[in-house]
């Protein structure tokens, strides 16, 4: 806006018209939302995409919430109007940030422990440290203009803690978040990586806890891979990623013969059988020879280890018939009205019996199966007894039944006979 | 009864036949019904004590520094003897995915198989996908046994 | 039998009771074509007197309480030698005495024993049907299972929605604001207490009443007798009627006894206030038929609230229902139709609508 400059009264006049608008607008903004004044969303508000930020959405940065600015990363001259001010490079504006100089824009507040201290003491600052060392820092210093740099993930302008669900790094979004370049197969032409892993992880079980039913437990893309270090883990190293939740899996497998064998041929551990990314919930049909079969990927049919496989099968089929069964007799007994909360309980247990026998599978060994498989039969067997008890006891109740309507009957019968005798 | 002469009707007897009849009737009917009230009236062996206490244990059947699963109401419980001694009991259902938890005497913790959650000794969740605490119950050793009992409401 | 006669003649030196039985020797029931339906209201008295014995029985294992209702009543059905049985024959025989008691009602209604000088009977007797209705909600809640819970909350809330005094009533129900643990030890109060005492004191005042006017006999018959005086039959109640009462009462213990044993009562889930209810709650079977038609009311009629006009005017029929009798007393001729076609709609509506809420979702 241009202050004019003639001397004439009807100039003067329009330029005390504009002082009197620079401060009533001025004051406007100092009443309504009490912060300094900031020329540059006054402008930035009303422009267009990609120019445009609203006071809104800049509200909502963690940036804006801690007292920082545009200035603060833009530099310029937030107090002034006049654009040349604003943004003159005098006052130290950059413009907009390049790609290539995001990194080290954030890295020089968010690497400074004695800086980030003032405002969480207990956010780490080794981010910029670690995206050196992952596959996009490495890229990026070699000046692949491509990959991610801090914004892309965390967005910026309303930038959020990743503990707000709105977070783009918050765990619920994070797979979302890192599919928008990895599943983009015409950005992801050059890179001989494939883009199916958002597809393949949405089909699985982790996606399933953490997305669908919110368990904040269950691992995204960051938990095996890091966040800031992003690198896929080694092949060697899967085991220890899986491990970190599925402890007893990985003890199992470890004293197994597939450990030593996978190793040799550089296979990563737990993948080949259950994947990377589409980790879909295990059946037993794992070990069986029909749909879903992951033995006879590798073993030949007939052979000593295909035999094994058969028993390790068998056991759990065993169990798991069973359970079935005796919940079967309990589920009747409790229709005909009778009291089997106890079996019920312990269906239960019989049923975490055959979970730990499915567990003891990764050590491949009969011996430990057959621990587990004979501790659930025993339970399943006491279960099975008290729903057939409860059957019979139902029996009985009706052979009680029967003995007292006789008793009733008679008494009917008697009655007759008597009233017709004192009547004739 | 008396017998009459042969060939004469026995009006008497044949009532008395029903009346007889009718008496072992009600006799019978009564049975019946006073059976199962008396053997109801007899208290069974198992003393109900609801749900709020349940005896867990006897003294000196767990060692120190180990525990044991016992039922409680409709689900199951854990009781833990201590290492330094004193007994520690709450629900054994884990609060991730409802897998059993048992007390691991290496780590001195409660812990649950399924995806490695960690509980300390007063079921307060410290480590791994557990979101919520194992609710604590109040122990109480009476002579030689070890009672749990829920904690009072306010 | 000279034993008998020995207790006998030494109870009436002391007690002078032949002349307090003689009337009772004499007592007669006429004889004719609808006399089975004299039956109706000795079966809802025999069930209750089961209602009373297996309601003892249950009470010496019984907790109220939140924590312990349901347990204990777990505890009767498992561990307590036929816990089953009795608990079965309790809430079977509650179901079924309702039954008879309305069957009862309408066959009085229908063969018009309202009538002068039976107005008092009739009065004590719907009475009774209310008091056997709070019998019925009372002891429903008992168990403390979902399904209760979740009724007895829907039904004391319909209670509160009477202009004025239905908030304080509401209140004094549950005991609180909710229904909660107090809720069920004052139902449990009102249950083994307050209406026991009630409805013994009304059962004495109806039997006294019948005792001393008789059994009424229906118009068409009187006509009947009227002009035919020797077609007039009459049965001496003891021993003749009182042996046949004694036969309907062993075939009513018979169906209880089979349905206690083949179709035993449901537990259920215990009561958790903290869970949403149950999609499709809906009260006790002789609830339906109002449940339902305050459901078919629309939100509002004119300017009322469409529930508070129907439990208004539940209440409304509730009472003339109970003043029938002094309606019929004016006019005689021309109200005895209107009272018979207003039973058959009132027949037809409460089972019309008790099917229509049982299929309703």
């Known amino acids: 806006m241009a202050i004019l400059r003639n001397n004439s009264p009807a100039f003067v006049k329009a330029e005390w018209r504009v002082i009197l608008v620079f401060l009533v607008f001025s004051a406007l903004v100092n009443v309504s939302d009490g912060q300094a004044k900031n020329s540059c969303l006054d402008c930035h508000s009303a422009l267009p995409e990609p120019l445009g930020v609203t006071q809104d959405t800049f509200a909502g940065d963690i940036h804006s919430q801690k007292g920082l600015s545009c200035v603060s990363c833009h530099g310029g001259d937030a107090t002034s109007d006049e654009p040349d001010q604003a943004m003159s490079r005098k006052a130290g504006w950059k413009g907009k940030i390049d790609r290539k100089q995001v990194p080290q824009l954030c890295g020089s507040c968010h690497s400074d422990p004695a800086y980030i201290r003032q405002f969480n003491p207990s956010l780490r600052t080794d981010q910029l440290d670690q995206y050196r060392t992952s596959v996009h820092g490495k890229r990026f210093a070699a000046g692949d203009g491509k990959v991610a740099v801090c914004t892309d993930c965390h967005s910026v302008h309303d930038l959020r803690a990743p503990s707000d669900p709105r977070s783009t790094v918050n765990p619920v979004n994070v797979a979302m978040t890192c599919s928008r370049c990895h599943s983009d197969a015409n950005y992801m032409k050059e890179y001989s990586i494939p883009t199916d892993q958002f597809a393949r992880y949405s089909q699985s079980v982790h996606h399933d806890a953490l997305a669908v039913r919110g368990d904040l437990s269950a691992p995204t893309c960051t938990t095996c891979h890091g966040n800031h270090g992003a690198v896929p883990p080694g092949v060697d190293k899967v085991q220890n990623v899986c491990s970190t939740c599925h402890v007893f899996q990985a003890q199992m497998y470890e004293q197994s013969l597939h450990k030593k064998a996978f190793q040799a041929r550089s296979l990563p551990g737990c993948v080949v059988c259950h994947s990377n990314h589409a980790i879909t919930h295990p059946t037993d049909a794992k070990l069986g020879t029909g749909p879903g079969a992951t033995c006879t990927e590798c073993h030949t049919p007939g052979d000593k280890c295909d035999q094994a496989r058969a028993e390790l099968l068998g056991g759990l089929n065993r169990l798991d018939a069973s359970i079935r069964h005796a919940d079967e007799v309990v589920a009747l007994a409790e229709s005909s009205g009778m009291e089997v909360s106890e079996a019920r309980l312990g269906q239960n247990q019989a049923r975490d019996a055959l979970t730990k026998a499915r567990v003891t599978v990764h050590s491949f060994r009969q011996d430990l199966m057959d621990q587990d498989i004979q501790a659930g039969l025993n339970i399943a067997a006491k279960d099975l007894e008290a729903g057939q008890k409860a059957m019979a006891e139902y029996k009985h109740r009706r052979i009680g039944l029967g003995v007292s309507l006789l008793a009733i009957g008679t008494v009917l019968v008697s009655l007759r006979l008597f009233i017709k005798k004192i009547e004739s | 009864m008396a017998m009459t002469n042969p060939g004469e009707p026995t009006p008497v007897s044949r009532r008395g036949f029903v009346a007889a009849f009718l008496g072992g009737g009600f006799l019978l009917s009564a049975a019946a019904f006073l059976y199962p009230v008396v053997r109801y009236l007899i208290p069974p062996k198992t003393a109900d004590m609801g749900s709020d206490s349940v005896l867990a244990a006897k003294v000196g059947e767990l060692k120190p520094n180990s525990g044991k699963i016992f039922r409680f109401g409709s689900r199951p419980g854990l009781l833990i003897h201590t290492a330094e001694g004193d007994y520690r009991a709450m629900s054994a259902t884990c609060t991730h995915l409802s897998c059993t938890v048992q007390y691991r005497d290496d780590l001195r913790e409660v812990w649950c198989a399924c995806h490695n959650g960690k509980y300390n000794l007063n079921g307060r969740n410290i480590s791994g996908p557990p979101p919520r605490p194992l609710e604590a119950f109040d122990v109480q050793v009476r002579g030689d046994e070890i009672f749990v009992r829920r904690r009072r409401e306010a | ?361």
Do not use: C
């Open chain 3, 1 to 361: 039998m000279s034993r008998l006669r020995d207790v006998s003649s030494w109870v009436e030196e002391r007690l002078q009771w032949n002349d307090l039985i003689a009337p009772l020797r004499k007592k007669t029931v006429p004889l004719h074509r609808l006399s089975y339906w004299y039956f109706l209201g000795g079966i809802t008295l025999f069930l209750f007197m089961i209602q009373v014995l297996t309601g003892i029985l249950l009470l010496l294992y019984y907790r109220p309480g939140a924590n312990e209702a349901f347990e204990s009543i777990q505890y009767i059905m498992t561990q307590v030698q036929f816990g089953w049985l009795i608990r079965s024959i309790h809430s079977w025989s509650a179901n079924l005495m309702i039954f008879t008691a309305f069957a009862h009602m309408f066959s009085v209604l229908f063969l018009k024993a309202y009538r002068k000088p039976r107005e008092l009977t009739w009065l004590t007797g719907v009475i009774l049907l209310l008091l056997l209705l709070g019998f019925g909600f009372s002891g429903y809640l008992l168990p403390w299972n979902t399904l209760a819970f979740f009724a007895t909350k829907v039904g004391t809330e319909i209670t509160g929605q009477v202009p004025i005094v239905g908030n304080p009533s509401m209140v004094f129900l549950r005991g609180g604001e909710e229904v909660t643990g107090a809720t069920l030890t004052r139902f449990f109060g009102f249950h083994v207490a307050v209406l026991p005492g009630l409805t013994t004191l009304l059962i004495l005042l109806h039997l006294l009443l019948v005792q001393r006017q008789g059994m009424s006999v229906p118009p068409s018959v009187e006509a009947e007798w009227a002009a035919q005086p020797s077609a007039r039959r009459e049965m001496k109640f003891f021993p003749n009627f009182a042996l046949r009462e004694l036969m309907a009462w062993y075939v009513a213990l018979g169906a209880l006894g089979a349905l206690a044993a083949i179709f035993p009562w449901n537990l259920g889930v215990k009561a958790d206030p903290f869970a949403p209810a149950p999609a499709g709650i809906k009260p006790e079977w002789y609830f339906l038929f109002m449940f339902q038609t305050l459901k078919l009311i629309p939100a509002k009629v004119w300017f009322v609230d469409g529930e508070v006009l129907g439990i208004l005017a539940f209440g409304a029929i509730g009472l003339l229902w109970i003043l029938l009798p002094f309606f019929a007393s004016a006019k005689p001729s021309l109200t005895k139709t209107w009272i018979t076609g207003l039973a058959g709609f009132a027949l037809a509506y409460i089972t019309g609508m008790s099917v229509y809420g049982y299929l309703a979702k």
